[in-house]
């Protein structure tokens, strides 16, 4: 544990510094008084020698000590290649921050990472931006502002091609070719991969948010948009046909490109739909409409025409793609976002199985809950690291988790293996949780009492009442909470409160427009 002096309980201050201070103090006096125990010399020779003793000691010390690991990355001929190899030495795992020392802190290579934050305490500067920057394989980054992508974009094309996914085309990309052109389509050439690609869209658009049958709805929206998806691939039509059959409220088109590819599965299905009561199968078309709703606007039906980004490929480069979405447009972006997240899992988790995996995949979610509201998070955070696929998300706390994904998110610190909870956090359910996980000690309690016997009268003027008082000393234990939420919610300034299962450190956070080596690769772009 590193903690500073004024934060914390006492108990947890790390005294390992100050007791190797105190020890080399006491040997120096040791040798001194030795010296002028066995060879009788002036005060004055004794006072200089022991000065120029202390000087040259400090001056030895400070030059034996390495350099720190910043300046050396950051002085490397290419400071880029320097943090990559040294990220892969040090198992590749989410980078945080550092120690006292300035040694990374980082994730293990496996485990998922929980990243809380208010705004404005560095979760996109001290974190995302010197995570992506650090990591050696693939990454998807996701925001609602373009920060990470101004900041990293020219750093990252020097290892990878640079993609930039605008669903809503209402920013200007870097180049022409770099913007992401994808279709939910693609994935949907296979019955299963309709399923899941279906799936992931709804469930992103929140289908019945709010109503007591959310679940049936979203259910029956994948049901129908699933075999659209599927007839759309099977018959080379865009995403555009799809929600033009959604709108009109159209099976029969699709019905009939099912049954002539004998896709009878998917055929059956639209054809219970059709079936359906006739109210209820209008709340459907209404939910499946909802999902496909971006695709009601020019820029995002040209974002899916012609895909020149194919998953199975990316996973096995080291490519970066950046996927943001204003605030007033994150609604309509959020299916068409997990749609592509969902694809690139998978695509992720095949390339694992099969061995052909170079490095594992990052992704690197900030305000998750309203850019990429994937439904299954949990189960990503729980298994995707041990099938190639590192993951980084970031909340305000754990109240913006709670709002999309219910009572699962009272699990995420399990879930999560590693933890960074930066300063500012206000939500007390937040702070009592993270006390409640970090659990209790029994801290020790000395007291001391003073009493003097009854009837003896000594005047103060003597000064001898002392003499005739008695002290006892108790000793006893109290159940106390490691850390309470007033502390966990007043961490230090800078720093970041690093929970690995129940253990935990203070770390420094690294803003990357005024920290090495991150300033060097991002120069003046990463100060936002």
């Known amino acids: 544990m590193n903690t500073p002096p004024t934060w914390g309980p006492s108990h947890q201050h790390d005294r390992a510094a100050e007791c190797k201070r105190r020890l080399s103090n006491v040997l120096q006096l040791a040798a001194l008084l030795l010296l002028l125990a066995y060879q009788p010399l002036p005060l004055w020779v004794l006072l200089v020698a022991a000065v120029i003793f202390r000087l040259g000691w400090d001056i030895y010390r ?3 000590k390495p350099a720190p690991v910043a300046a050396k990355l950051a002085a490397a001929a290419d400071p880029l290649a320097a943090v990559l190899d040294h990220s892969r030495q040090l198992g590749g795992g ?6 006292r020392r300035g040694d990374w802190v980082c994730a293990g290579p496996e485990h998922a990472v929980l990243l809380l934050g208010p705004p404005r305490s560095g979760k996109t500067s ?6 992506v920057l650090a990591h050696p394989g693939p990454v998807v980054c996701a925001s609602t502002k373009p920060d990470a992508l101004d900041a990293t974009a020219s750093a990252r094309s020097s290892v990878g091609r640079v993609w930039e996914f605008d669903p809503t085309g209402e920013r200007p990309s870097l180049r022409s070719d770099a913007r992401v052109r994808w279709s939910p389509i693609s994935s949907a050439q296979t019955w299963d991969g309709a399923l899941l690609m279906a799936r992931a869209m709804v469930t992103g658009s929140r289908v019945g948010a709010g109503t007591t049958d959310s679940t049936h709805w979203s259910r029956r929206a994948s049901a129908l948009l699933a075999p659209l998806l599927h007839a759309a691939a ?5 995403i555009g046909a799809v929600a033009g059959w959604v709108l009109r409220h159209d099976l029969d088109e699709a019905t009939i490109v099912l049954e002539r590819s004998r896709a009878t599965l998917a055929a059956g299905v639209l054809t219970g739909l059709g079936n359906t009561e006739v109210r209820e199968r209008s709340s459907i078309f209404s939910a499946a409409a909802d999902a496909l709703d971006a695709y009601s606007a020019t820029g995002a039906l040209a974002a899916a025409r012609e895909p020149n980004v194919h998953p199975a490929s990316f996973v096995r480069s080291s490519d970066t793609i950046f996927i943001h979405a204003p605030a ?4 309509l972006a959020a299916p068409l976002v997990c749609g592509l997240l969902s694809e690139i899992r998978a695509a992720t988790y095949q390339a694992h199985h099969n061995h052909v995996l170079r490095s594992p995949l990052l992704f690197a979610l ?4 309203n ?12 298994e995707g690291g041990g099938q190639g696929l590192q993951l980084l998300v970031a909340f305000q706390d754990l109240s913006q988790a709670r709002a999309r994904w219910g009572e699962a998110a009272d699990g995420f610190l399990t879930l999560f293996a590693t933890k960074l909870i930066l300063p500012g956090i206000a939500d007390s359910r937040t702070l009592e949780t993270v006390s409640v996980a970090l659990g209790e000690y029994d801290r020790r ?3 001391t009492t003073t009493t003097r016997p009854r009837g003896l009268v000594i005047p103060p003027s003597t000064g001898q009442a002392s003499q005739h008082a008695q002290r006892s000393r108790t000793i006893s234990t109290q159940r106390q909470r490691i850390l309470s939420p007033g502390e966990i919610g007043n961490i230090p300034r800078g720093r970041g409160l690093h929970l690995d299962g129940v253990a935990w450190q203070l770390v420094t956070l690294t803003p990357a427009h005024a920290t090495q080596p991150w300033c060097t690769l991002v120069g003046d772009r990463g100060s936002r």
């Open 62 to 64: 400070r030059r034996s």
């Open 94 to 99: 989410v980078y945080l921050g550092v120690e």
């Open 126 to 131: 001290a974190v995302m931006i010197p995570a």
């Open 234 to 238: 099977l018959s080379a039509q865009d």
């Open 328 to 331: 007033e447009h994150q609604a």
């Open 366 to 369: 900030d305000e998750a809950a």
């Open 371 to 382: 850019i990429a509201p994937l439904h299954d998070l949990p189960q990503i955070a729980s």
């Open 445 to 447: 309690i000395v007291s």
